[in-house]
């Protein structure tokens, strides 16, 4: 495994010549990750399958800010077949200090969506499924997997709200966003908390 400095993160990034897993918690990577990697938060059952769904590649380096998270993602991906290049477990101090690119995806409550709707494009990234519960009105309805193939149907010029379930999901889909150049936002708890405090719905349906 090689020794990496942040320079040598900084030329892997640009390259694309490993994927750069963020396997920190999905509200540190919204808070703000670095430009290009991708978020898959380390957990000790199953995340190896996790990240050979997400990814095609048997090599990746490992983000964190946690030694111990890292040697015990290290692990687990090695014990599953893959690879792991290097781990970064420093965290996102010396990247800012280098003056490279972050992203960051800002949090809205139920509540604060409610009472400036009109303000924002609400993208629903569940399953068709899910939105049979109901979908926020206006919301327009797009599964976080073709959310790459939509983006011609999202103007840049206004502030995106993303919601899914349960907020994790809508964390992915806004960070998705925020790294294209859009103003995007995640509600926090998601479509629970929004039906939980009697927030007006649209009915959906497939038929």
């Not at 942040?6 to 390259?15: C, G, N, Q, R, T």
């Not at 750069?20 to 059952?45: M, T």
């Not at 509540?111 to 049979?132: C, N, T």
């Amino acid at each position: 495994m090689m020794t990496l400095t942040v320079e040598h993160l900084k030329a892997i990034l640009e390259s694309n010549q490993f994927p750069v897993i963020d396997i920190r918690l999905i509200r540190a990577f919204a808070e703000e990750h670095i430009a290009g990697s991708q978020s898959l938060p380390f957990r000790q059952e199953g995340w190896a399958a996790l990240v050979r769904q997400a990814i095609t590649e048997p090599s990746v380096v490992l983000f964190t800010d946690n030694p111990r998270l890292g040697t015990a993602a290290k692990e687990a991906w090695e014990q599953a077949g893959g690879t792991v290049v290097a781990v970064w477990d420093q965290g996102l101090g010396p990247w800012k200090q280098l003056g490279a690119a972050t992203v960051q995806v800002k949090p809205v409550t139920v509540d604060e969506l409610a009472h400036r709707l009109e303000a924002f494009s609400v993208i629903d990234v569940r399953e068709p499924y899910e939105w049979r519960s109901g979908i926020i009105p206006g919301a327009k309805t797009i599964p976080l997997g073709t959310l790459s193939e939509r983006l011609a149907e999202l103007p840049k010029d206004r502030q995106h709200v993303v919601v899914c379930a349960h907020g994790n999901r809508s964390l992915t889909g806004a960070a998705f966003l925020a790294e294209r150049g859009y103003t995007t936002f995640s509600v926090l708890g998601g479509m629970a908390l929004w039906l939980g405090a009697g927030h007006p719905i649209d009915r959906w349906s497939i038929d």
